[in-house]
Nanobody, 121 residues
Framework: QVQLVESGGGLVQAGGSLRLSCAAS????????MGWVRQAPGKEREFVAT???????TYTDSVKGRFTISRDTAKNTVYLQMNSLKPEDTAVYYC???????????????WGQGTQVTVSS
């Protein structure tokens, strides 16, 4: 079983950038499909990005061209680089792991505790 801990959230102005990190322990991230999911106040969890074991990536349409998911297997860490942030990106961002490639938020098997990202206009 893998444990996930996110960091890197914070308050940023619209147009700014943040990089989220997800440190994994217990098992190597090479064993999993790794993803990021976000939840805005009053809304359901929303898939953001996923990184497959072979390097394949998928993004939700609203973040394409602005967000980049990557993994560093030596550090057992997954990242989400977020550029050109918009107020509508404000949410709690969760790192998640799955045994299968998925773009469905609720399909992930393991979750971190989340990190808050707030984008001011």
């Amino acid at each position: 079983q893998v444990q996930l801990v996110e960091s890197g959230g914070g308050l940023v102005q619209a147009g700014g950038s943040l990089r989220l990190s997800c440190a994994a322990s217990g098992r190597t991230i090479s064993s999993y499909v790794m993803g990021w999911v976000r939840q805005a106040p009053g809304k359901e969890r929303e898939f953001v990005a996923t990184s497959g074991r072979s390097g394949a990536t998928t993004y939700t349409d609203s973040v394409k061209g602005r967000f980049t998911i990557s993994r560093d297997t030596a550090k057992n860490t997954v990242y989400l680089q977020m550029n050109s942030l918009k107020p509508e990106d404000t949410a709690v961002y969760y790192c998640a792991a799955s045994a299968q490639y998925t773009i469905t938020a609720r399909a992930y098997d393991y979750w971190g505790q989340g990190t808050q990202v707030t984008v001011s206009s």
